[in-house]
């Protein structure tokens, strides 16, 4: 369960910052931040701020027990 809840984590922090920083259009060096085509929306997204951020989470969530 707490590896779901990091992941989700991960997802809205992934996509809160590369947001802020793709729309001014910069990849953001080593973030990777591109943009992706939904049908009529598009997305920024980091794969590497997602990955970061999930086991950060999931470490702190393992801290708490």
Do not use: C, E, N
């Not at 779901?4 to 729309?23: E, Q, R, Y």
């Not at 953001?28 to 920024?44: E, F, R, S, T």
């Amino acid at each position: 369960m707490d590896m779901i809840k990091a992941l989700m984590f991960g997802a809205i922090l992934s996509a809160t910052l590369a947001l802020v920083i793709g729309s001014q259009g910069s990849s953001a060096g080593p973030l990777a931040i591109h943009m992706v085509q939904v049908v009529d929306a598009k997305l920024y997204w980091s794969w590497p701020v997602f990955f970061s951020a999930s086991g950060i989470a999931f470490g702190l969530m393992l801290l708490q027990r």
